[in-house]
Antibody, heavy 119, light 111 residues
């Protein structure tokens, strides 16, 4: 059974960089056909796709984040990460990592981790 | 404003049928991209309950069904149960944004 687990600081200061890691177990991040993505959910609001990355090369981002997001995949550690720069209070959210198959949606999700942006 | 539009809330009595609409455009649903649906129970991560427009993953009750037509899709819950009270989201791919898009979510209340 595939499992995903987010980790990282729960509190980030404004203007700094948010960094999260998603550890994948029970399967290989190098499997073909799957992308690895980040989705966030501000308190009391809906889901927002941040970006998705294939294990080799291809990464797509939500244009609304205006190049602040970077997703990278580490196949040696079977994990992928998110960096979001220049954060503000509007970036306070529960951040989820998930596996995406393009014609099947996000089939496995992490439990989510709350990141608050505050001084 | 979400790219995919859902009603904020729907409600029904136990045993009734409710439907949730998801309206997109010719850049996403209307372009033929698949629609997927997720259930999010309070305080939990979303769970996929429909994929590729109409398919249920193993373990999802058959009271959940979905359809797609033109630039819209819909999720139906028949025989509504108390445990179905949750937020529901549709999701697809958008070619103008080159990525995944979610609906704004619909809260289902069991009266």
């Amino acid at each position: 059974q595939l499992q995903l687990q987010e980790s990282g600081p729960g509190l980030v200061k404004p203007s700094e960089t948010l960094s999260l890691t998603c550890s994948v177990s029970g399967g290989s991040i190098s499997d073909d056909y799957y992308f690895w993505g980040w989705i966030r959910q501000p308190p009391g609001k809906g889901l927002e796709w941040i970006g998705s990355s294939y294990h080799v090369g291809t990464t797509y981002y939500n244009p609304s984040l205006k190049s602040r997001a970077t997703i990278s995949v580490d196949t040696s550690r079977n994990q992928f990460s998110l960096k979001l720069s220049s954060v503000t209070a509007a970036d306070t959210a529960v951040y989820y990592c998930a596996r995406l198959k393009t014609n099947s949606g996000f089939d496995y999700w992490g439990q989510g981790t709350l990141v608050s942006v505050s001084s | 404003q979400s790219v995919l539009t859902q009603p904020p809330s729907v409600s029904g009595a136990p045993g009734q049928r409710v439907t949730i609409s998801c309206t997109g455009s010719n850049f996403n649903i209307g372009a033929g991209y698949e629609v997927h649906w997720y259930q999010q129970l309070p305080g939990r991560a979303p769970k996929r309950i429909i994929y590729d427009n109409t398919n249920r993953p193993s373990g999802v009750p058959d009271r959940f069904s979905a359809s797609k037509s033109g630039t819209s899709a819909s999720l139906a819950i028949t025989g509504l149960q108390a445990e179905d009270e949750a937020d529901y989201y549709c999701q697809s791919y958008d070619s103008s944004l080159t990525g995944s898009v979610f609906g704004g979510g619909t809260k289902v209340t069991v009266l």
